[in-house]
């Protein structure tokens, strides 16, 4: 085992035993571990053995940040970095990465041929694995675990889930023998306080010595004081003072508004937090860091920086949200006002954190937080080797009461969830290199097939409850008549009452016209007798239990009937994966991108496009009506076609007439492709939103940064995301098969022009 130059902790040593031994390895453990020194283990494996090890991250900040700590640490000719529009010593030992990157590696499309891409390649580090549960990504890192070459062992470090072993158990099935270290050992324990408003000088403990809630907590009063429109009080500066009080700075504040870090910021920058020889180090670091990064200068958040105060969200330019990074890596940012992603594994470790409310609003109102969710972010308490505890604050809210808040603390983390989901270009993948059955057989290793058990456990569940209801309504005849001698009984009951209904009218009627009764009445009537005699032949006719055998076989029905349709629906959701696939491949063959399940020409193209809909983008490819535009009308295009749709209404400043004359042909392509995925069900997002259309045609044409983000009031963040999309999407144009070379020159020249300062920063 490598020797470190401190002792490891016994799950560390676990794990590196287990990478030693030639097996794959899953690691569960909190945030702030110690899991990268596993990583660490596995990369001085590679170099001892002179072979190659990759290393992946969901993000592509991370991917930047591990690639800047492993040059330092090994030498900038052994580390490269692979990011969608980086490439950087790509065949070099240690080899950083987007997990995405990874996938389309194992795919074989854009990156080459498999066999070169892995070339030398034993070790797999995949980073922050329980990023599974992404709702939009989590089929990424399933994909590259099921497509992973066997002779590569998988590296697997998570946060906390609760089905660990059971991620492993699928690993091992899908991949080689994988074996799980799980630990809930935190190396900087943390305690939980909390923010009452009604005591605003003090923080409260949340919890007592033996685990219950403080019964000093008071819950708080509604947001809304009464008879008024006044909103509550924000007590943000009360609270940072508490923690400068305390010594329990720095801290990272949580919140879930872009505009509440902002506004929060703007109200702690006058608490004095920093010294006058911190802020002359800031002052000084600023002016570097603009000095290479000119487009910052001027920014409007410098001033708070100089006190010691920061904001961190998506809305920021990421040039910025980098400077805010290093000054609170070193000390100089006291706290830093930041949205949950900045939970997501980026290194800024703090004394304290807090959480401005465990329940955020979603588009279908308030909900708590997950205890994922809350993991993550007040894992981030605790500074290993600086601090010796942690402190975690939650502040007191009316969308939540104490026992909420002590409950979240209190219990286990989540369960991973599969988000695997077929999609075209997977479709076209798979089919180009294996037969519609081995494709069923990959389909059907993802771990959604292998976990449907838990996904169906509320089903399941159910199906217990009505097997129970079913067992306490058995029913012993006392005759021993089965159910269906007393349906017959039934049967012959309902035909008697009704038989004996019809004669008594017949002879009211005979009577009353005075005629005698006709041989077949009289017959009709013996019949009605005999029938009679029959039943009182049952001993259901004496019998006063036959209501309740009767009435219980009717309840029984209707739950054997609630049972099957049950029963439809977990071989429904058991087949739910290929049943997806197909339905993707029936549109693929409906549009000849399929022809007898293996790819045509234009399927091919197809299967090399990263998308949220491949098969929009490349229909509009073949369509033509791209290649007569130039630079900055093709960026106003394809921005329009790549920009999700906003919750926030934005002003509309018209763009080039090419452009809306293209946007017009294009929604017939769409309108089309639209009823084809409703016919299959299928939900793959078709956007035609040019929010961004004219600031990216300004931009390409030359337009100062300041032009373009002013234009309207949306973050400037924002605005570098949906041109850096653009640019995701052209650079493929460069590189996928079948494109015209017209529209190849035009998309290079649009991606030189949009990648200038800030956008190509990242």
Not at 607 to 619: D, V
Request: hydrophobic share 35%.
């Amino acid at each position: 085992m490598y020797k470190f130059e401190f002792e490891l902790d016994e799950f560390q040593k676990d794990a590196c035993r287990i990478i030693d031994e030639g097996q794959s390895v899953v690691v569960c453990a909190p945030t702030g571990a110690g899991k990268t020194v596993i990583a660490e283990h596995a990369i001085h494996r590679a170099l001892e053995q002179d072979c190659r090890i990759f290393y992946t991250t969901p993000l592509k900040a991370l991917s930047n940040q591990k690639f800047y700590d492993f040059s330092e640490k090994y030498g900038s000719d052994k580390v490269g970095l692979l990011t969608g529009d980086t490439s950087i010593n790509r065949n070099a030992q240690i080899v950083i990465m987007t997990t995405e990157v990874f996938r389309n590696m194992l795919y074989g499309t854009n990156f080459g041929a498999v066999a070169d891409n892995l070339k030398d390649v034993r070790y797999i580090v995949l980073d922050e694995v329980h990023y599974m549960n992404d709702e939009q990504r989590g089929t990424v890192w399933e994909e590259s675990i099921i497509y992973c070459p066997t002779n590569i062992q998988i590296i697997a470090l998570s946060a906390t889930v609760a089905n660990g072993q059971e991620l492993t158990d699928w690993i091992n099935t899908v991949h080689s023998k994988t074996k799980l270290v799980n630990t809930d050992f935190r190396p900087v324990p943390l305690r939980f306080y909390y923010f009452d408003s009604s005591q605003p000088f003090k923080l409260l403990p949340l919890l007592t010595p033996d685990g219950k809630l403080n019964s000093k907590i008071r819950p708080e009063k509604p947001q809304w004081a009464k008879g008024r429109d006044k909103r509550k009080k924000s007590y943000v500066k009360q609270i940072i003072s508490n923690l400068a009080q305390n010594d329990m700075l720095p801290a990272i504040y949580f919140t879930f508004s872009r505009k509440k870090c902002d506004e929060q910021m703007e109200k702690c920058s006058g608490l004095g937090l920093n010294t006058k020889f911190e802020q002359e180090q800031i002052k000084a670091f600023i002016d570097e860091y603009i000095a290479e990064n000119p487009h910052l200068w001027g920014n409007k958040h410098t001033e708070y920086l100089i006190q010691g105060v920061a904001s961190h969200h998506a809305g920021l330019l990421p040039a910025w949200k980098n400077l805010v990074e290093k000054l609170f890596q070193k000390g100089l940012i006291k706290v830093v006002f930041a949205t949950e992603t900045l939970a997501a594994g980026i290194n800024m470790p703090a004394r304290s954190t807090v959480i401005s409310s465990t329940s955020k609003r979603t588009d279908t109102g308030h909900r708590m937080l997950t205890a994922n969710e809350f993991l993550q972010m007040s894992g981030r308490a605790g500074r290993r080797g600086m601090d010796e505890i942690g402190y975690v604050t939650i502040v007191g809210t009316s969308f939540q009461s104490p026992e909420e808040v002590a409950q979240l603390v209190l219990s286990d983390s989540n369960p991973l969830e599969s988000r695997f989901s077929p999609r075209y270009s997977m479709v076209l993948n798979l089919l180009q290199r294996f037969s519609l059955d081995e494709a069923k057989e990959l389909i059907l290793k993802s771990f959604g097939y292998y976990s449907s058990d838990f996904r169906l456990k509320p089903i399941l569940t159910q199906l217990e409850i009505y097997e129970k209801e079913k067992e306490e309504r058995t029913f012993v005849c006392p005759s021993k008549l089965s159910d269906n001698d007393m349906l017959e009984y039934d049967r012959l009951r309902f035909m008697y009452v009704q038989n004996r209904q019809t004669y008594k009218k017949i002879l009211k009627q005979e009577k009353s016209k005075h005629r005698p009764l006709s041989p077949e009445v009289i017959e009709f009537g013996n019949r009605n007798k005999q029938d009679l005699h029959k039943l009182q032949s049952y001993p259901c006719d004496q019998c006063g239990l036959y209501k309740r055998h009767s009435k219980n076989y009717e309840v029984i029905k209707r739950i054997d009937s609630k049972k099957l349709r049950l029963e439809k629906e977990i071989e429904k959701q058991k087949d739910i994966y290929w049943n997806k696939f197909l339905a993707h491949r029936s549109v693929l063959e409906e549009y000849g991108y399929l022809n007898n399940d293996y790819p045509t020409e234009k399927g091919k193209t197809t299967s090399q496009i990263r998308s949220e809909n491949e098969l929009y983008i490349a229909e509009i490819i073949f369509s033509g009506i791209l290649e007569s535009l130039t630079p900055s009308q093709l960026a106003g295009v394809i921005c329009a076609v790549t920009t999700e749709d906003l919750r926030m209404e934005i002003p509309y400043i018209p763009f080039s007439e090419p452009v809306r004359k293209t946007l017009n042909k294009i929604r017939d392509i769409k309108k089309k492709l639209y009823k084809i995925q409703t016919k299959y069900d299928i939900d793959s997002p078709l956007y035609i939103n040019p929010y961004f259309s004219s600031l990216i045609e300004l931009w390409v044409e030359g337009a100062q940064w300041e032009t373009v983000s002013e234009q309207f009031d949306i973050g400037e963040g924002d605005i570098v995301r949906a041109f850096k999309r653009v640019v995701d999407i052209l650079r493929q144009f460069t590189t996928i098969d079948n494109v015209p070379e017209s529209l190849v020159f035009t998309a290079r020249e649009a991606i030189e022009k949009i990648l200038r300062a800030p956008v190509d920063v990242d």
